[in-house]
């Protein structure tokens, strides 16, 4: 599967921005998706997970309560709502594809998508 991440920008601490990753190439609807992060200088690390229906998401401590994952399968799209930004939250964002939601949660990744820079200023 092909991804494509958009919507990062630059914000100000406490503001919101939604990330959109496209999907095409394989039926999106029997695959997991995820959320990744890599903030310069440091590793890529798990943001949040979502099975293929939707039913079941996951995220990492640092960003529960504030990030939202959702899919819309008829339109082969899974997003990140982002809310109640923090500095820390600053880094470039990737999506991902795998078999499950443990997959993604593992870094078990079938794809990654190109990233997207989020820039979060006081």
């Known amino acids: 599967v092909q991804l494509q991440a958009s919507g990062g920008g630059s914000v100000q601490a406490g503001g919101s921005l939604m990330l959109s990753c496209a999907a095409s190439?394989?039926?999106?609807?029997?695959?997991?998706m995820g959320w990744f992060r890599q903030a310069p200088g440091k590793e890529r690390e798990f943001v949040a997970a979502?099975?293929?229906?939707?039913?079941?998401?996951y995220y990492t401590d640092s960003v529960r309560g504030r990030f939202t994952i959702s899919r819309d399968n008829a339109k082969n799209m899974v997003y990140l709502q982002m809310n109640s930004l923090k500095l820390e939250d600053t880094a470039v964002y990737y999506c991902?594809?795998?078999?499950?939601?443990?997959?993604?949660?593992?870094?078990?990744?079938?794809?990654w998508g190109r990233g997207t820079q989020v820039t979060v200023s006081s």
């Open positions: 190439g394989r039926t999106f609807s029997e695959i997991a």
């Open positions: 979502i099975s293929w229906g939707g039913g079941s998401t």
């Open positions: 991902a594809a795998a078999l499950t939601l443990g997959h993604v949660v593992k870094v078990n990744i079938d794809s």
